[in-house]
């Protein structure tokens, strides 16, 4: 075989490496591209400075994905270090809670609670003054949502058919008074009862008048306590048409006949 087919042979032979020059900006367009989005999932100053280190070096320094150098430890620990604080901050935005304001209809609510807690303890002083004078018989007092309510017989306080205080009870409306006395103030409403019996009596033509005279005759004397203000009360009268009790018996008469001083929350509990 003469010397110049063996050469062209050898050519023939010999493999064409052009292609590996598009193959290299393939892959560092590839590179560039994924470096990107690795710094767009988190932004990070870091980053953002390595990112640049990189399209520097590609696309001004011109060197090549394969003459790219590795990170150091030390880019690699301060890389980490950066995206471990932002997955914390990440995992404490997840994981704090907002603390809640409580609504409207809670405050209210809890406010009613404390209300009534208040009047519990006024209930229990009265409660110890009737018990320390044995009047359990003749007075009572009741919580409800309504506010407190403290019942007083009428036999307590007046005489059949009049709507003058009994000289004999002063003292005891007197110190009745002094467990009236809050801080700040209540309002108090004191009503007159009375049972359906019609009244035969000069001064009052039917048990309307009567009831609505007993309890603002009452009201006077808890009044002339200097330590009340008067602002704060209020006399009502019912007559017959409230009753707690049957009007068909002499018991249930005399029940029905009565005095009620009623001491209003200052936060009613909401309607549902």
Do not use: C
């Not at 953002?48 to 150091?72: E, K, T, W």
């Not at 229990?124 to 044995?134: D, L, P, R, T, V």
């Not at 009753?243 to 509990?269: D, F, M």
């Amino acid at each position: 075989m003469s010397r110049r087919r063996r050469r062209k042979k050898e050519e023939n032979n010999h493999i064409d490496e052009s292609w590996l020059i598009p193959y290299a900006d393939l892959l560092t367009l590839v590179l560039a591209l994924f470096i990107v989005l690795f710094a767009a999932s988190s932004v990070d100053a870091q980053k953002f400075q390595m990112l640049s280190r990189v399209f520097n070096d590609i696309f001004i320094g011109g060197s090549g994905v394969m003459d790219y150098p590795q990170p150091s430890p030390q880019d690699d620990a301060s890389l980490s270090d950066g995206l471990k604080k932002e997955d914390q901050k990440a995992a404490a935005i997840q994981t704090t809670e907002v603390p809640t304001q409580p609504s409207d209809l809670e405050k209210k609510i809890q406010l009613h609670k404390l209300d009534q807690e208040e009047l519990k303890q006024i209930q229990a002083k009265i409660n110890q003054y009737i018990k320390e004078n044995h009047l359990q018989v003749k007075f009572a007092t009741s919580l409800t949502d309504e506010g407190l309510l403290l019942t007083i017989r009428d036999n307590v306080l007046f005489d059949s058919g009049k709507a003058e205080v009994k000289k004999s009870n002063l003292d005891v409306a007197h110190e009745l008074s002094k467990l009236l006395v809050m801080d700040p103030p209540r309002d108090i409403i004191i009503s007159g009862h009375t049972d359906n019996e019609p009244i035969h009596n000069s001064k009052f033509d039917s048990n309307w008048e009567l009831s609505v005279m007993r309890a603002v005759n009452f009201m006077k004397i808890m009044l002339e306590n200097k330590n009340l203000d008067p602002r704060w009360f209020s006399a009502k009268g019912f007559g017959e048409f409230q009753p707690i009790a049957s009007n068909q018996t002499a018991e249930g008469r005399s029940k029905n006949r009565r005095v009620e001083v009623l001491i209003l929350p200052r936060h009613n509990l909401p309607e549902q």
